[in-house]
Structure formats: structure tokens, C-alpha cells
């Protein structure tokens, strides 16, 4: 963890004006981030009702501070003009940071990265919010691969106090330097990690819900395991985690980790986590998984 005033800070170019590509779950939730703590931020997507959803959750989160009078309603009527919502790259020239969280899609996020590259200045920053796609990967169609590096966020962004700062092997200091300030500003806690499968966060993920995977697939009863590790001291156990991420998520995750470690995270046939998978049941995003959801 790079404290502040760090190598990687003391250089950072200033971060004013972010962009977010993407009004999803991740890019609603970095947009709403950065408006709270006083980055303005354009929110762009393909849809409008994308970019409604979007502004939607984040109305209702900075309601929810002014719930906790933690905000005044005039205060979150200014951090909400911090968010401008769009559906064009009409003001991308002037932007000094982008987080690029479209679809999990490499072709669609080539696209994307590529056509954005082209619009703003050559100093801007372009940033991925990938989960499981290389940074070495998505920085071979681009002019300017040192500008580029992973911001890695957690769902929900605003309540996961990391982010994964992801160094591609032509990515410049100054890059970096730039993401670690701008994760700070968000009030975020960032590191700076090598490109691998599953950067930091998931390759202790993985194997901790392969090993929860096995003790279901030999007839352990998952509540049961859940209530153990919240005893443990875990804010949740395994199979709730799983629901809240995702099986769909977390199949699609395990696959990329077991083809870059196959010695590790290669198994034989289906594990627990694929079966509930097969039978649709992908956790809350469909209100069922291990447990149900209303
Ligand atoms: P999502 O499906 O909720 O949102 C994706 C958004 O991208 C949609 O609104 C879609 O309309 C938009 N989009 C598609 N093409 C676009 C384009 N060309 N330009 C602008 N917008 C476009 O997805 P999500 O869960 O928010 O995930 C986004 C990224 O974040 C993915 O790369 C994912 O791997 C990563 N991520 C997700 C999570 C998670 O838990 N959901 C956590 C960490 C990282």
C-alpha cells in the first residue's frame, strides 16, 4: 500500500475532470464516488436508460446521506451536479482521467478504449475497470499504451474501500501516479499491482471459494459454513459473498484464473459454484442463489 506522499503521488499530474465509460453497476457507482468527494465526472453509455439507472442509484445514495444528515439537501443537489450525464463524447477533450467500465467484453472494450483514445488530449489517462481481462492485453490496439492502466473497483464502490491500481508492462509512472491520486480522492484506499490473472484481490478470492466449493461438493450444509466464518470474524461467509457477486461472475472469474494457474485452480469436473450456475440460480442479480432473495 503506497502511503500518501509517495513516489507515485509526488508525481501525479492533477486529476480535475474524470470521464466514465459505462453507466452500469460500476460506472454508476464510480460516478457517484467521484461527484461525493468533489471530482466532477461525465457519466457516458450507449443508452439512455442506462444513464438513468445510473443516476438513479447515485440520487438515491446521496438521499441516503442526507437521510443521515450527513449532507444538506442543497449540498447534494451541488455534489449531484458533479455527475453530467451523456451519451456523446461531446466534452472528452478536456478530460484528464477515464475509467473505461462497459460490458466484460474484450472486442467491445477494444472498441471502446480505441475510439476514446482518439478524442481526448495525449496526456489524458485511460483506465480499465476490468475484472478479468489483461491490461497487457487491452493496451495492444492503443497509440499510447503508457497512459494506460487498470482501476480496478469492488462492488458496491461505494461501501469497498479498495482499488487495484493494475501496471501494465509499458504503463509509465505517471500513469500510475495519476490513478493512486485519483483513487484517493475518491477516498479510496489504492495499491499498485503487476498484470496477472486475477491481479491481487481474486487470487486469494478464488482459491478461498474453491476450497468452500469443495466442502459443498462433499455434503456440507452452506449455511452452516457461512455462520462458521462470520463466527471466524468475516463480515460474511462464502456462499453469501457468491450470491452478492454472482455465479455467473464468479464462473466466468474462475475459468480465467484456472487457465492462467491450471497447477492451482484447475479442476475435474463440475464444481458447486458451476451447478448453480447450470440451474440459473446466479445469487441476487436473480434473486437466487445459495439462499433466496425477495
Ligand atoms: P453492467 O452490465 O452493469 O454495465 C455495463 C454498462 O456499459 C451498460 O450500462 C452498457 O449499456 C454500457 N455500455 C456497453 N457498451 C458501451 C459503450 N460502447 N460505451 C458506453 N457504455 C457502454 O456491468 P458492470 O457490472 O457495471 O461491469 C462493468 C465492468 O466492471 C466490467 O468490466 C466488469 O468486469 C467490471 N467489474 C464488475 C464488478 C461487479 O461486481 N459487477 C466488479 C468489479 C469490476
Known amino acids: ?16 475532470q474524470t470521464a466514465v465509460l459505462g453507466a452500469g453497476i460500476m460506472g454508476g457507482g464510480i460516478a457517484y464516488q467521484s461527484a461525493s468527494k468533489g ?6 453509455d450507449i443508452k439512455d436508460d442506462a444513464i438513468e439507472l445510473g443516476l438513479k442509484e447515485a440520487r438515491k445514495l446521496f438521499a441516503k446521506q442526507v437521510e ?4 444538506t439537501t442543497e449540498q447534494m443537489a451541488e455534489k449531484l451536479t458533479n455527475i453530467r450525464p451523456t451519451l456523446s463524447y461531446g466534452d472528452f477533450g478536456n478530460v484528464d482521467l477515464v475509467v ?27 483506465t480499465s475497470n476490468t475484472s478479468t481481462i489483461s491490461i497487457n492485453r487491452l493496451a495492444q490496439n492503443l497509440k499510447r499504451p503508457e497512459n494506460f492502466c487498470g482501476m480496478h473497483f469492488f462492488n458496491p464502490v461505494h461501501r469497498m474501500p479498495l482499488v487495484e491500481v493494475i501496471r501494465g508492462e509499458k504503463t509509465s509512472d505517471a500513469a500510475v501516479a495519476a490513478t493512486v491520486a485519483y483513487a484517493r480522492a475518491m477516498g479510496k484506499t489504492p495499491i499498485v499491482v503487476n498484470d496477472c490473472p486475477g491481479f491481487l484481490v481474486n487470487r486469494v478470492l478464488f482459491p478461498y471459494f474453491g476450497g468452500f466449493s469443495f466442502l459443498v461438493e462433499q455434503g456440507a450444509d452452506f449455511q452452516h459454513v457461512d455462520k462458521v466464518m ?14 452478492v457477486v454472482g455465479m455467473d461472475t464468479a464462473v ?8 492462467g494457474f491450471p497447477d492451482r485452480m484447475a479442476r475435474d469436473g463440475k464444481t458447486a459454484i458451476q451447478v448453480m ?16 432473495y425477495e
Not at 500500500?1 to 480535475?16: F, H, I, L, R, T
Not at 443521515?68 to 449532507?71: E, G, V, Y
Not at 466466468?252 to 487457465?259: L, R
Open 1 to 16: 500500500v503506497k502511503k500518501k506522499g509517495s513516489k507515485y503521488e509526488k508525481q501525479a499530474q492533477p486529476v480535475n
Open 39 to 44: 471530482t466532477p465526472i461525465l457519466m457516458k
Open 68 to 71: 443521515r444528515k450527513k449532507l
Open 100 to 126: 473505461e467500465a462497459v460490458v466484460e467484453n474484450p472486442k467491445v472494450k477494444d472498441a471502446v478504449l480505441t475510439e476514446v483514445e482518439g478524442l481526448v488530449s495525449e496526456n489524458t489517462i485511460l
Open 230 to 243: 462470520e463466527k471466524f470474524g468475516w463480515p460474511m461467509g462464502p456462499a453469501y459473498l457468491l450470491d
Open 252 to 259: 466466468h472469474a474462475n475459468d480465467v484464473m484456472a487457465e
Open 277 to 292: 450456475y447450470d440451474n440459473e440460480r446466479l445469487g441476487q442479480k436473480n434473486d437466487k442463489g445459495f439462499y433466496a
